[in-house]
C-alpha cells in the first residue's frame, strides 16, 4: 500500500521487515514464493535500485521461481527500468518473453508504454486494438486507467505524424465510429 501512495519512507521500512520472514513463514496470503520475490523485485523498482531489481529477478528469469503470473509479470514491470538503464535490448527481449493472456492488462498497458519509446508504434496500436474488447468490459478501475494512459501516450506520439488513424474499437466505445477513423 505504500508504493500505491508513494510514502517511500513507510515503504522502505515495511519492506525491510517483510524481509526479516523466511519465504516458508509468509501467510497464507503469500503463499507463493515466486509472487513474493516480484513483490520485493516492485519494491526495488519503486526505490529506484533498478540493479538491484534484476539482481533478485534472476531466479524469476531462469524459471526457477514462477506461477500463473509470474515471470510475466515482472518482466513488463522491468520494461521502463531498463529503458531508464540504457537496456533497451533486454527489455525488448522481456517484451518477446512476456507470456501475455487477455486478463493481463497491466502487462499490455506497460508494453504499449515499450513500443511507443522504441518507435514501434504500428505494433502498440496493434496491441491496443487487440486488448480493447477486454478492457471495455473490466471492472478493475486501475487497470483501465493504466491502459487508458497508456493508449493517451500511444496518441500523442501517433499525433506527431497523422491527425487521424485507423482503429478497430469495440462498439461497446463511447467514441465508436463506423468509419473507425480516430
Not at 63 to 73: D, F, I, Q, T
Not at 148 to 161: M, P, R, T
Request: proline content about 3%; overall charge negative; glycine content about 2%.
Amino acid at each position: 500500500i505504500y508504493m500505491q501512495v508513494g510514502e517511500k519512507e513507510k515503504a522502505k521500512e515495511a519492506f525491510e521487515e517483510m524481509m526479516k520472514i523466511p519465504y516458508n513463514r509468509h501467510d497464507s496470503m503469500a503463499d507463493c514464493n515466486a509472487c513474493v520475490r516480484n513483490q520485493e523485485v516492485e519494491y526495488y523498482i519503486f526505490a529506484k535500485e533498478y540493479q538491484k531489481a534484476l539482481d533478485h529477478a534472476k531466479p524469476l528469469f531462469s524459471g526457477w521461481l514462477s506461477c500463473a503470473e509470474v515471470p510475466a509479470v515482472t518482466y513488463a514491470n522491468l520494461y521502463l527500468p531498463l529503458i531508464e538503464m540504457g537496456k533497451n535490448d533486454f527489455a525488448l527481449e522481456l517484451f518477446y518473453k512476456t507470456d501475455f493472456n487477455k486478463k493481463d492488462i497491466e502487462n499490455y498497458s506497460s508494453a504499449i508504454v515499450l513500443l511507443c519509446i522504441l518507435g514501434d508504434l504500428s505494433k502498440a496500436l496493434y496491441i491496443l486494438e487487440k486488448q480493447f474488447p477486454y478492457v471495455i468490459n473490466n471492472f478493475n478501475e486501475q487497470e483501465v486507467m493504466s491502459f487508458y494512459n497508456s493508449c493517451a501516450f500511444l496518441f500523442k506520439e501517433i499525433g506527431k505524424d497523422k491527425q487521424t488513424i485507423k482503429l478497430k474499437a469495440p462498439k461497446e466505445f463511447e467514441l465508436y465510429t463506423d468509419s473507425n477513423e480516430y
